[in-house]
Structure formats: structure tokens, C-alpha cells
């Protein structure tokens, strides 16, 4: 993707897992990467030289996507250290935990959403006017499979969250046409990262693989052409509001 080389692109919860390989991709493209990250300083600053090594640019920028003052600090950074933002990656995202529906208390469902679905919107909402006023932009956010599936065992309130990101992209994709901003979501499937740990025993990793026609569960590299297709003009100029999957063929819309 020759056309992605100088752009400014920020990734959100790009210190490990997909936001991780999504930064590399781009920083293999000759971009210049905002990495993202909330607490993994060190893993971020790995990414970075990554990125730094394959010719592109790197600037680490730490904040709380649930806090919307943190929010205006990490935006305001990238746009002074770059002068604009061509791409954004809303990536950050979690389970926070599995729990049934029956058991979810306020904090919980607070929590759930405001990394999930809120941080979605938030960081665009701030983003969207950058985009604008230089003419243009894209928008990738991230969703699931689950959005449509309703989820695996207790993940129930991560994937509503990630329908309602799924919707909000169609929203956003028409909303900011006329402002030629493009929008769009990858949804990836069950995909080895650290995203599981601490969420997903081997016994439900294997439950999922089994399901998979692939027979097997996805990589983070295996996410990356959708990100950089999706953020290409050359590629896809006229792609917006669309979602698309990438789970070895477990849902097929």
C-alpha cells in the first residue's frame, strides 16, 4: 500500500495483540504511527522500534481511553507532534471480565461499556474534526464477531458493546461523507493474542478452534491486510460503512 507512506495514523491499544501487528503494518508501509497505550509502556516502546526500524515514524502517547480528559491529551499530542490525523484505529477494547448477564452490577456494566463502546466514540468525536479541516480521512473500528453471535460464555455485555461499535460505524460512515471521512470496522474472530489471558482457559480457546472451518484460531498478522486495505485510497476509495470479517470462516454474514 504505497499510498499509506507519510500518513499519520493513530492506533489505539497498540502495545500488544492486534493494535500491536495493526501499528507494525503501518509503519511497514512507511507511515508515521501514534502507538497508543494505557499501562504497557515497555511493550508500546517495542512497537515503536519496529516501526522506526522498517522506516517509518513512531510517537508513544499514554492515555485512559475511558477518561475523556485523557482522551483530549492524547489527540491534542499527536496533532501537535504530526500536524493532523489521516487514519484512526479505535482498537482499544476488552472483556474486563466474563460474567453473566444475572451477576453484572453497574460498576461492571460501566466499565464493560465505557472501554468497549463509549472509548469508540470519544476518541472519534475528537478525532473527526482534525479530519475535516485537512480534507479527509478514514476511521477503522474495531468489532467482533461476537458482535453478531452474541458472544461466547460470560462475554455476553463485551459483545452488545461491540454491536453497538458495529452500528455506530455504519452512523459515522454516513454522517461523515460529506466531510470526506471514510468509516469502516474490522471484526475479527477468536484470534491468539493476550487479549484472552486471564479470560479464555484452553478448554474454551479448543471449544472455539473446534468450531472454526479453518480448524485453528486466528493471528494478529492475519488481521493486518484488512486494516491497511480498509485505510488505502488506492485500495478502497469507495468502501465506507461496511464490516468486514476475519475469522476463518466460523461466521458468514
Known sequence: MTDLKNKVVLVTGASSGIGAAVARGFGNCGARVAVHYRNSRSQAESVARYIET???????????????????????AVHERFGRVDVLVNNAGGFVKRSPIVDADDDYIDAVFRLNARSVVAVSRRVIPLMAAAGGGVIINVTTQAARTGGGPGAGLYAACKGFVSTITRTMAKELVKDKIRVNAVAPGVIETPFHDGHSSPEILKNFANAIPMGRLGTAQECVGAFLFLASESACSYVTGQVIEVNGGQVMP
Open 54 to 76: 522498517q522506516g517509518g515514524q513512531a510517537f508513544l502517547v499514554q492515555a485512559d481511553v475511558t477518561d475523556s480528559g485523557g482522551v483530549d491529551r492524547m489527540v491534542a
